[in-house]
C-alpha cells in the first residue's frame, strides 16, 4: 500500500492509487493530499492550499486552472477563501479586487466548483 492509497475501496483509492506524487513536479504538477481523518491533527486542503501559496501564485500565472470538488458544507468556500488569500498576498490586491480576478478567472472556465450534499 503506498502513502497515498487508502484503506478504502472506491473511485478516489483506484484513482490514486495509479498517479506518482512526484511526477513532473519541477514543472508545477504532482499533487498533494489532505486525509482529514488520517491523523489527530485535522490537515484540510486550504492548508495544503496555503503551504503552497507561492507555486499556486505562479501556476495561475501561467493559465492553470482551478477545480474544486467535494461537500457542499464549509470546503467549498474555505477552500475558496484561501485561494482568495493567496491571490491577495501573492498579487499585492485588495480582497474586492481578488473577487472580481476570480470572475473573470470564472468566465473564462479556469475556475470552477463542483460542491454536492
Known amino acids: ?22 511526477s513532473s513536479a519541477d514543472q ?4 498533494f493530499v489532505a486525509f482529514t481523518r488520517d491523523q489527530p491533527h485535522k490537515i484540510y486542503v486550504q492548508h495544503k492550499i496555503k503551504e503552497e501559496s507561492a507555486r499556486i501564485w505562479h ?3 501561467q493559465g492553470a486552472a482551478i ?13 475558496t477563501s484561501a485561494i482568495e488569500e493567496i491571490i491577495s498576498e ?3 490586491i485588495s480582497k ?13 472556465g479556469r475556475f470552477y466548483i463542483e460542491a454536492w450534499s
Open 1 to 22: 500500500m503506498t502513502l497515498y492509497k487508502r484503506k478504502r475501496s472506491g473511485l478516489c483509492s483506484t484513482w490514486l492509487a495509479g498517479l506518482d506524487p512526484h
Open 28 to 31: 508545477g504538477g504532482g499533487f
Open 59 to 61: 501556476l495561475l500565472n
Open 67 to 79: 477545480y474544486i470538488a467535494g461537500s457542499s458544507t464549509k470546503m467549498p468556500a474555505d477552500v
Open 90 to 92: 501573492e498579487a499585492g
Open 96 to 108: 474586492e479586487s481578488v473577487v472580481m480576478w476570480l470572475r473573470r478567472l470564472e468566465k473564462a
